[in-house]
C-alpha cells in the first residue's frame, strides 16, 4: 500500500518521449530509471488490432522490468 512518505530504492517510468504530462515527482532518495515505450492511448486502428498492440506494450514492459530487477542489487 502507497502512502504520503513511502521512501522508494527506484522509480520506473515507462511513459514515451514524447509524453505530454510531466511524470510523478518521488522525493527522497531514489533512484529514477526511464523505460520509453509507446503510449497506448496514442494507438489508433481496428480494436482487435488495438488489444494486440497494447498486449505487445505490456509484455515488453513486463520483459524491461524484469531485466532491471536480475540485474539491480537488492
Same mark, same amino acid.
Given at each position: 500500500?502507497? *502512502? ?19 511524470? !510523478?515527482? $518521488?522525493?527522497?532518495?531514489? *533512484?529514477?530509471?526511464?523505460?520509453? $515505450?509507446?503510449? !497506448?492511448?496514442?494507438?489508433?486502428? !481496428? ?5 494486440? #498492440?497494447?498486449?505487445?506494450? #505490456? ?8 531485466? $532491471?530487477?536480475?540485474?539491480? !542489487?537488492?
Amino acid at each position: 500500500v502507497l *502512502k504520503a512518505g513511502n521512501l522508494f530504492s527506484y522509480v520506473i517510468t515507462v511513459c514515451d518521449e514524447s509524453a505530454d504530462e510531466a511524470c !510523478p515527482i $518521488f522525493p527522497g532518495p531514489a *533512484k529514477h530509471v526511464h523505460m520509453g $515505450f509507446t503510449d !497506448p492511448s496514442k494507438i489508433e486502428g !481496428p480494436e482487435e488490432e488495438l488489444l494486440a #498492440r497494447v498486449r505487445v506494450i #505490456r509484455d515488453s514492459i513486463r520483459d524491461a522490468v524484469e531485466v $532491471f530487477c536480475r540485474q539491480e !542489487p537488492n
